[in-house]
């Protein structure tokens, strides 16, 4: 169980401790506790600039009257949809079809300008940036060993992982993803001020490619890799290659984990509102093309979609190049707190769910009762 310590006794307890220790990782955890909805305000952040033209859905909500699909009635016999979704701690909840919003509603005082940390749905955006910069010669395949640009893990046991190996967490390293632990790996990357250096402590115990086993540092050795590579930074790439090209609504930002070291969280946290994360999803959904404009190759698009091994995550969906998919070859970006990003090609819908909480269900079988409802 997470410690819950009420803020105001949390601070007096912690200032004395916070004042010789700003720089310790547990202290920081246990004074902001576990991540919440308002995370982005915590750490310093490289802005993403957004550029005219903006991008804009069509609107009608009345096109389609949506309701809670019918195998979720037994948890709320007489709920409607939006009873449901406040129920289950929602702040936001779009539904994108044929390039109309059909459905924009925003809970408990949150609007189309809030802006929301979007966790681990972060990761697929990395995953394409993987798949532009080897489009762009930058990397030579998703084959190539990462100490051909991170030589300095040579010496923890790199040699033989790839970029294939991290995209489908199946790199061997030794990292533990315990949300609740305060002295855990993930806990020193979300909190601690200094990600390069983790990073590079970082080793690789087992052999690569075997076994899935979801990692967040992944992430962030890709991350270091696509700034190598590219001579970039992380932020730069993104805004550069994908924030502006999709015409994003509203300028977004990146997390970093400090003022110091500035090295972004590409584990977790770009923030943004959620009608721009909704554009990534249409992205994916049009195979990587954005007005008639090549954003990402189709064929990065295909090959990141498709099933290789075993890989499943802890609901048991097969986990491919930090996309999720379902057996009626829908996919999702997922990330803390219930965060989504649901893309069904069959019906050219998107699906974007912003929580404060997980919620006590499984949202890709909600998304997939309200697509086939469609």
Known sequence: MVLQIKKGVRYLLLVPLLFFFSSCHI???VYWNYANIDDYKKFPVDTLSNAPPSFHFYTNPNLYRLTLPTKFHTTCDTCSLDDYLIKQNTLAFLVVRNDTLIYE?????YSREAIFPSFSVTKSYVSALVGIAIDEGYIKSIDQPVTDFIPE?????????????????????????NYINPFG?????YYGLDLKKYTLHLKAVSEPGMTYNYQSANAQILAMVLERATGKRISDYLEEKIWKPLGMEFDGSWSLDSKKHRDVKAFCC???RA???AKFGRLYLNDGQWENKEIIPVRWIRESLTVYNDSRDIQGYPYTYFWRVTEEHDFFAKGLLGQYIYVSPKKNTIIVRI????????????????????
């Open 185 to 189: 790996k993930i806990a020193k990357f």
């Open 27 to 29: 202290v920081r955890y």
């Open 105 to 109: 509603k925003y809970f408990k005082g």
């Open 275 to 277: 009608v721009d994360f």
């Open 153 to 177: 893990l040579k010496s923890r046991g790199f040699q033989k992982v790839t970029i294939k190996d991290l995209l489908e967490m199946r790199s061997g390293i030794k990292f533990s993803e």
């Open 355 to 374: 929580g404060a909480k997980a919620g006590n269900i499984n949202w890709p079988e909600l998304f997939k009762g309200i697509v086939e409802e469609l």
């Open 270 to 272: 770009i923030n943004g």
